[in-house]
């Protein structure tokens, strides 16, 4: 694990799983409401508005995204 090549991945990987974070963030607004869908053709918001499920959806990302920075900042640590 103290490949250079191997943290590299984990880096763009994580890069990769973020970008889809601050897309879901962009249509969501200054107000962070999310709908049901997002449109294909435009990337914005259509159908119902305020459905739990997405915001559980977004808290859920939130926690894994986190939780894999913490162990991705430990197991970094731990290889060098």
């Known amino acids: ?7 590299s991945t984990l ?3 994580m890069a990769y799983a973020d970008s889809f974070i601050k ?7 200054r107000d962070g409401r999310f709908a ?8 914005y ?5 305020d459905l739990t499920w997405s915001y559980a959806s977004r808290i ?9 920075l913490a162990m ?6 731990s290889a060098r």
């Open 11 to 13: 880096h763009a990987l």
């Open 60 to 68: 859920r990302a939130y926690t894994r995204c986190q939780a894999s």
């Open 23 to 29: 897309r879901a963030n962009f249509h969501g607004g």
């Open 72 to 77: 991705l900042a430990k197991a970094q640590g």
């Open 45 to 49: 918001q259509r159908g119902a508005q």
């Open 36 to 43: 049901e869908q997002m449109d294909r053709n435009t990337g």
């Open 1 to 7: 694990r103290a490949d250079s090549a191997y943290w």
